[in-house]
């Protein structure tokens, strides 16, 4: 595709709830990234994937956030039991190779925990 | 861990003016790159500038990085109104499987007046 892409572009779910965030990187992009921007705040790493595997999972703040790969593409950051310290903006990124430094990003996803 | 912080946090200027914002951080680093988000919502990539580079050039941007300070400025010249956005510097360095973990800082947020 042109650009990265992410659905839904604003999720508003309910405090329990588990939502399921969507991210297309770049065609022929490696690897992909997830942060997360509080109001107001810089971005905050959560996971990088290399192909399908994720070899750094240090950012992702509790047991309750997941996420995976597949086919080398599109990636599902899913997270449970929603809390309302869970709203903000997370963003997913692309880069053609891992040791590429230039990041893509997409337009984000805003999340809102009731 | 490492941590780009910008300053100032908010910059208000005259269309015509330059800015200039300026990012440190506590560790050693591969580049520091700038990138700039409009509403809260995707980054835009602007420049990247290796650690062993002291100043780099693009179109109406200019960025220095003095590494024995650890710190680096963006400079804007002869703004517009349409440079209004958040500008972050975000530090490289390696993760995991050689990936590039960017570490973000809080932004500056720019504001142009017509």
């Known amino acids: 595709g042109a650009g990265v892409s992410q659905s839904p572009s604003n999720k508003v779910t309910e405090k329990g709830k588990d939502v399921e965030l969507r991210c297309d990187p770049i065609s022929g992009h490696t690897a992909l990234y997830w942060y997360r921007q509080s109001l107001g705040q810089g971005l905050e790493f959560l996971i990088y994937?290399?192909?399908?595997?994720?070899?750094?999972k240090s950012g992702l703040p509790s047991d309750r956030f997941s996420a995976e790969r597949t086919g080398g593409s599109v990636s599902t950051l899913t997270i449970q039991r929603t809390q309302q310290e869970d709203s903000a903006v997370y963003l997913c990124?692309?880069?053609?190779?891992?040791?590429?430094?230039?990041?893509?990003f997409g337009p984000g996803t805003r999340l809102t925990v009731l | 861990s490492q941590q780009g912080e910008e300053d100032p946090q908010a910059l208000s200027i005259q269309e015509g003016e330059n800015a200039t914002m300026n990012c440190s951080y506590k560790t050693s680093i591969n580049n520091l790159q700038w990138y700039r988000q409009n509403s809260g919502r995707g980054l835009v990539h602007l420049i990247l500038?290796?650690?062993?580079?002291r100043e780099k050039h693009s179109g109406r941007l200019r960025v220095t990085l003095d590494t024995s300070k650890k710190s680096s400025s963006l400079l804007i010249t002869a703004s517009r109104a349409a440079d209004t956005a958040s500008y972050f510097c975000?530090?490289?360095?390696?993760?995991?499987?050689?990936?590039?973990?960017?570490?973000f800082g809080s932004g500056t947020q720019l504001t142009v007046l017509p």
């Open positions: 500038i290796r650690s062993n580079e």
């Open positions: 994937f290399q192909g399908n595997s994720a070899p750094d």
């Open positions: 975000a530090t490289g360095r390696l993760s995991s499987g050689s990936a590039r973990q960017l570490t």
């Open positions: 990124a692309s880069s053609l190779r891992p040791s590429t430094d230039t990041q893509y």
